[in-house]
Structure formats: C-alpha cells, structure tokens
C-alpha cells in the first residue's frame, strides 16, 4: 500500500499514465480499436501524408461523414481538435460578456471555463438530484433577458442521463420562443438506446458538438468537430483557431472509423452495458453506495457514496495507488455536488472492469473503517455517544 497522504492532480496523471491503470477515468474509450481504423492510421504514417498541411476544409469526404452521421447533410462541418476545440471557437464567435449560458452542475466544466472566458456566465442549474438531467421547468425558469444559449450535453457527463424524445421536443421550442441558441453536445450519443437531437425541431439554431474521442476511441489523436447551419457557421469559421486545420493522421483514423462504425461499434455497446452490471454488482455489496441513473445512457455513471460518509477524494486515490484503477472523485465534475459520488466509466475491456468490482467493496470497507471516529471510551456509565452518522 502507498503513502496515505493526498496526491496533487499532476502526481495521479503522473501515476496513471506511467502504470498499467483501468482507465475508467475520462470516459475514453480502451476498446482495441477497428483493424480498418488501425490500418488508416498507419497508411497514413507510412506514406508520410503528415509532411503537407492537410486541405484546410478537413480531408475529403470527412465533415461529409460527420454531417451523415448526425443527419443533417446539409449543415457546415468545421473538422477541429476534439469537440472542445469546436465550443471555444463558438464561444469566442457569438458570446458576449454578461450573456448567459444555461447549463448544469454536475457537468463537464471545461465547457463553462471556455464560455467564461468570453465574459459570459454558466448558471449551473442543480442537476444531481434524479432525474439527474435538466427538468423542463427549471430550464424556462432560469431563462432571463440575457440568456443567449442553451447547453445540452445529452447524455449528460456524469450522469449517464438522457433525454426523452418529447424533452428534447420542448427544450428546442423554448429557445425557439426564446430566441436562443442550442449547443447540443453529442459527444456521448451513440451509446444511447434512443437518442434525439434538437436539430429536429430547432435546425436553425442548433450547433452540434461533436467528439471522436469516446465511441470511436481516439481521444488521444484529439479530433471532432463542430456543425450547424451555413448561415450561423459562416459567422463562427472566422474565429477558427486551426486555419491550417487538424492532424491528418487523426482525421484519416477519424474517416475510417466513421465509414466502418456498424461493424464494430455494436459489440462495444455490449461491452459497456455488460460492464455497467458488472460494477452495479460491486456497488451493491458496498452498504450505503447506490447508482443514481441506471442503465447510464452513456459510458459513464455517478456512483453515490454520500451515505456512507468516505470522501470521494480519498476514493478515487485508493483505487489508483493502491488496485490500479483510475476513476474520477465527484469533485472534478461538480461544485455543489462533488463531495457525494465518484464517476466511473466502463468502455473498457470486461477484466479492467472486473478489477474495479474487486477493488471498490475493498476501499470503500477500508476508507469507511479509517474515517470513522473511534468509538468514545467507556466511562463506565453505558455506552458512550453514538458516532455521527455519515451524511
Ligand atoms: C460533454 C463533453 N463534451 C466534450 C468533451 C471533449 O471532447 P473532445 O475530446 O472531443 O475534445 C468531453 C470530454 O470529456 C465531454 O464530456
């Protein structure tokens, strides 16, 4: 066992990246990737396509591919370094300081820190509660004056919540009624049983955030993309941060992964949702743990420790010093919720997943052991004070 005392972030992605970890962290994916997807990459290499500057509109046949695949043929693709690189060039392109972006806590935050850095400010509506998404009332009544965007990550990063056809319905006609804009992250939606985007309802005014990095496993070649209709686009491609475009060697990988999507990504679905049940097993042998969304939508869930009174913080160290298995504390997800759960994710081959089922009872038994007060000595006059009970 190591040292007990707290790591800095930078000393557990130094531990992680250096020892063969469960990476049930950032919700990647450790699949083994598509031969065809591997033998594009490695084309690419071989005939050092990488020496020219790629054309600067994305590879041919790719923003094609990527307009397919969210169905709308007819919307602008600006190809980018990962999804998040698409959301700071629409944020710097149409947010102004004292705009307001709806969006949730828990969330992904690295979102709400590009739109701040435009002046504009994220509400953070309360989400961790079921149903663990937004709630339509609560949307229409944090809508003020001010409020220019909707942000929908959907499934939601943590939660693994996902919307109902008729919730995504309604969401788009507030912004329609409301004249706002729809950033509709996508990035976990292929493994949704049902998905639906507002491009549907609210075409003009939906931006599609799009991602490579979780269903197609490329997280680390940082590529996606960012689409919406000619018009809206057109006054966003200005503010590209990449006008000698993205990595040809990631697009290629990206290309072929799209191409041949129906033939593998069915059995990385079953993994995932065959894992899901694996650590639902795990979590129910732990007194006081629960799954607030289940099945997860996506490839991650919330695991709720509040009741047992273990700090998530500690959680999340134990697992990686001590079994090798890298999970996320609620922390890095949520301000106000943060303190009450961990996130895992489970796109990752079943004996990773195995070990975290293995590992979890074992930390969770240790930790509460350690947190709890000792019990009050006796006085000789009964029993001393119950210990607290956790929260
Ligand atoms: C909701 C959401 N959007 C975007 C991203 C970033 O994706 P990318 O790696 O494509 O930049 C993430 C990454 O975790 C995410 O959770």
Request: proline content about 8%; aromatic content about 8%.
């Amino acid at each position: 066992m190591h040292d007990q005392t707290r790591k800095t972030p930078d000393e557990i992605f130094q531990y992680a990246h250096t020892h063969d970890v469960a990476w049930m962290s950032q919700n990647t994916n450790h699949l083994p990737a598509y031969k065809a997807v591997r033998d594009a990459i490695k084309q690419s290499v071989q005939e050092q396509e990488y020496n020219k500057y790629p054309i600067a509109s994305g590879l041919p046949g790719l923003p094609e591919a990527i307009a397919q695949d969210i169905g709308m043929p007819d919307y602008k693709v600006l190809v980018t370094a990962g999804g998040i690189e698409g959301i700071y060039i629409l944020a710097r392109a149409l947010l102004r300081p004292d705009d307001e972006v709806i969006t949730s806590d828990p969330s992904f935050f690295m979102i709400h820190k590009v739109m701040g850095l435009t002046g504009a400010r994220c509400t953070n509506l309360p989400v961790y509660d079921p149903p663990c998404k937004y709630r339509i009332e609560q949307v229409k009544e944090a809508i003020t004056p001010k409020t220019r965007m909707l942000l929908l990550i959907d499934p939601l990063n943590p939660t693994g919540a996902g919307y109902t056809q008729d919730e995504v319905r309604a969401f788009s006609e507030l912004a329609r009624d409301h004249d706002l804009l729809i950033l509709d992250d996508v990035t976990y939606r292929d493994f949704a049983e049902g998905h639906f985007e507002t491009t549907r309802w609210a075409p003009e005014r939906t931006f599609i955030a799009y991602s490579f990095s979780k269903s197609c496993g490329m997280a680390g070649m940082r590529i996606g993309a960012l689409a919406g209709p000619k018009e809206l686009m057109d006054k966003v491609i200005p503010y590209n941060t990449n006008d000698l475009s993205v990595n040809v060697v990631a697009q290629r990988g990206a290309l072929a992964a799209l191409q041949t999507k129906k033939e593998w990504f069915p059995k990385t679905l079953k993994i995932c949702r065959d894992n899901q049940r694996r650590i639902r097993r795990a979590v129910r042998k732990v007194p006081g743990a629960s799954l607030p969304v289940f099945p997860s939508q996506a490839n991650m869930f919330c695991i709720d420790i509040g009741a047992t009174g273990v700090d998530p913080d500690l959680v999340e160290q134990r697992m990686l010093f001590d079994h090798d298995v890298f999970i996320r504390s609620g922390n890095y997800v949520s301000k106000q919720f943060g303190s009450r759960f961990i996130r895992a994710s489970f796109s990752v081959p079943s004996a990773m997943a195995r070990r975290f089922a293995k590992a979890f009872p074992e930390v969770m038994e240790g930790l509460r052991r350690k947190e709890s007060p000792p019990p009050a000595a006796d006085s000789g006059q009964g029993a001393g004070p119950a210990p607290p009970s956790p929260v």
